[in-house]
């Protein structure tokens, strides 16, 4: 688990649900339902900005994607929220957990408990990111 520094006091930190998309025609699979590939599509493209964001480092590749668990399937016209949260802060690479929802119902759409981003250098070699803790771009503009 990561925690955020909250004054004196350290908290679990929270899943941010950023990304809202709306579930269109084009999106939709031979059932009806939101395509799978397109869904894994949103989300490491979701996880690949809040890794960028965290590491301060726009080269970051996917590693790793532990089981994911498709719970409920959006319809047409659905508006889902993508949530991502840091769970572990290595030396190069950065795990994460993801949780997908109905915007509207909270019903849960999708879970994968581990996505792992490594940070590279320019030749595409693992590279230390220096990172230990979540940190939010408000905070480091207030510093700065
Ligand atoms: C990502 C890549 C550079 C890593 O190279 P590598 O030789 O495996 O690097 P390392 O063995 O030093 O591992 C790097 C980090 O990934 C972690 N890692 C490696 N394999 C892992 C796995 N199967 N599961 C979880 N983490 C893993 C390591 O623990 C290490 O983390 P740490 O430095 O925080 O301890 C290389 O595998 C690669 O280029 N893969 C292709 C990436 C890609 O094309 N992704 C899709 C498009 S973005």
């Keep these: 688990m990561c925690y955020r520094r909250f004054g ?5 930190s929270e899943m941010r649900f950023h990304t809202r998309k709306w579930v269109k025609p084009e999106d939709l699979n031979p059932n009806q339902t939101l395509f799978g590939g397109r869904l894994l599509q949103w989300i490491d493209e979701e996880a690949a900005l809040y890794a960028i964001i965290q590491l301060e480092n726009p ?8 089981e994911i668990n498709f719970i409920t399937a959006p319809r047409q ?4 929220e993508i949530g991502i949260v840091a769970t572990h802060f290595g030396t190069t690479s950065l795990t994460m957990r993801c949780e997908v929802r109905n915007k509207l119902t909270r019903e849960s759409i999708l879970t994968i408990d581990k996505m792992v981003f490594v940070n590279v250098d320019i030749n595409g070699k693992p590279a230390p990111h220096g990172k230990t803790q979540i940190t939010y771009v408000e905070d480091r503009r207030k510093k700065s």
């Design 8 to 12: 004196q006091y350290m908290e679990p």
């Design 59 to 66: 080269h970051v590749v996917t590693k790793f994607i532990s």
């Design 77 to 80: 016209g659905d508006i889902i």
